[in-house]
């Protein structure tokens, strides 16, 4: 399952070819992927503009001139590639392990005709756990899928005085809030493991610990507020990451293992500078949470 990193790089690299972009022809290719597609897909986007490429928690936005929004998720194994005419494809964001390249598997297809030129963006799904729909903008924050989502963890709106406000008085464990898509939408298992041992965090440690009694931030949780930017804008940079690619690894890819401080590292050395203690891995609501033990007794 693509992580938000991943999803901000495919966001990323489809928007020079997307936004702006005129939809000259559709292809739809099968009735549905994880969800049937709406009604008149094609004929409704046929002719479109788009006139920008967004992103809210792991979906993709592509506004219309016509007030709706393309919505996308890639499910577990959904990838876009470009094909500009008469060049090699290009597949958006950089992958741990070689996405589907097999056309069997290319369920839609945009002809656009854009800044960029004519292309051609090709969505690939071989288990089509992924799905589009068409909404209206107007109407997108009420959505089910968007309704009570929490806030972002690019930018600067995730601060410190407002994860006081969503963590205060929680006590379930700080692991488990962070995972909790209505207070950060979009932070997955590795990023929260990551940002825990970075702001020297136990995983275990009731949420609302790090707020005090007049609601206010400790210098923990201003310290957290900071490391969840920093891995996450870090992830992104280098190209995103995904656990089932992690899984699968040839190794001809293998950034990221060395990118990790404690995620799927158990039994390896603490990589923080004088602590020489060993990462372990302990299971929370059955998810595995990698800790150093030494670093994150606060
Ligand atoms: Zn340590």
Known sequence: MPELPEVETVRRGLQPVMEGAL????????????FPFPPDFAARLTGRRITAMGRRAKYLLADLDDGMVLV?????SG??????????????????????????????????DGPAGRARVIYNDPRRFGYMDLLPRDALAEHP???????????NSLDADELARRLAGKTAPLKAALLDQRIIAGLGNIYVCEAMWRARLSPLKPAGRLVTKSGQP??????????????????????????????????????????????????KTCPRPGCGDTVRRVVQSGRSTFLCPRCQKE
Request: aromatic residues 8%; contains cysteine; glycine residues 10%.
């Open 145 to 155: 899928w968007f309704r009570g989502l929490g806030i972002e963890p690019t930018g």
């Open 79 to 112: 990838s876009f590639r470009i094909e500009p005419d008469g060049e090699e494809a290009l597949s958006p964001g950089v992958f741990h392990h070689p996405r589907s390249k097999d056309d069997r598997h290319d369920h839609v297809v945009f002809h656009l």
């Open 218 to 267: 400790r210098v923990s949780l201003q310290r957290l507020a900071v490391d969840v930017r920093a891995v996450i804008s870090e992830a992104i940079a280098a190209g995103g990451s995904s656990l089932r690619d992690h899984i699968q690894t040839d190794g001809t890819l293998g950034y990221f293992q060395h990118g990790f401080s404690v995620y799927d590292r158990e039994g």
């Open 72 to 76: 996308c998720h890639l499910g577990m």
């Open 23 to 34: 939809i000259v022809r559709l292809e739809q290719r099968r009735a549905d992927l994880r």
